[in-house]
């Protein structure tokens, strides 16, 4: 999904709003949105319900505070500002994606292997310049149930240790898949990651670029190697 840079969403920049729903795409508080954002509680209100109304988030049942992403929402947190690239920029940052979708699979410190990758979006038709690329991941636990919380605490521990400030619980308990999708998406910005649900994908037009049974050289994307 491509945004335009300058883009204005209900007063506030989209590329801010973008962020905030990257950030926390397990969810944020009312609070948290206004702190990234900025702006009065009024200006904070008409963007939330104008997210809730565009269908990218939905409120907590519970509380009204606080919001959930859905899955157009996630397609708007992994959407890029950067301007459109030739066909042959995409399928090197693709071959730079296969290489960390196998460093993380064999790598311990990564929670989660990928199971599978699916492309969608520009890159499945013949334009020779390309907004982004589109993906959609599958993420599958390393650990048996038991034993995942504790290596989940272990790495949130670790990462703070480096230098990496968590903004609460909530953050932290999303850490071991953000962290995966941060690193996917790599520092070019060409790349829009995101994680599978179900009915994610449900009448868009995709192919697997990437399962784990058959390796990444994908039959139909020969470009990749």
């Known amino acids: 999904m491509k945004i335009d840079a300058k883009s204005d969403y209900h007063g ?21 949105f206004q702190r990234t954002v900025g ?18 988030v939905t409120r ?3 509380d009204a505070d606080e919001f959930q992403l859905t899955a157009r929402g996630q397609h708007l947190a992994a959407a890029t500002a950067a ?10 940052a693709l071959v730079g994606l296969m290489g960390r979708v196998e460093e993380i699979n064999r790598d311990p410190a990564y929670l989660y292997r990928v199971t599978d990758v699916r492309v969608f979006g520009d890159y499945l038709g013949d334009a020779t310049n390309l907004s982004d690329v589109d993906l959609c991941v599958s993420l599958l636990s390393k650990y048996p149930a038991h034993e995942f919380e504790k290596a ?4 949130v521990a670790a990462d703070r240790a480096k230098g990496h400030r968590f903004s609460g619980i909530r953050e932290q308990v999303a850490w071991p898949k953000r962290k995966i999708l941060n690193y996917l998406r790599g520092r070019e910005g060409r790349l829009s990651v995101i994680e599978e649900e ?7 037009d995709w192919d697997f670029l990437y399962r784990i049974e058959s390796g990444a050289n994908v039959q139909g994307f020969p470009e990749l190697g």
């Open 198 to 204: 179900d009915g994610l994908l449900k009448g868009i």
């Open 39 to 56: 702006g009065s509680q009024e200006s904070v209100n008409i963007i939330l319900e104008a997210l809730v109304r565009d269908g990218f």
């Open 83 to 92: 301007r459109k690239v030739k066909r042959a920029t995409a399928v090197k």
């Open 152 to 155: 989940a605490r272990d790495q």
């Open 12 to 32: 506030a920049a989209l590329v801010k709003v973008r962020d905030r729903l990257r950030k926390h795409a397990d969810g944020f508080s009312r609070k948290s």
């Open 60 to 62: 907590d049942r519970i």
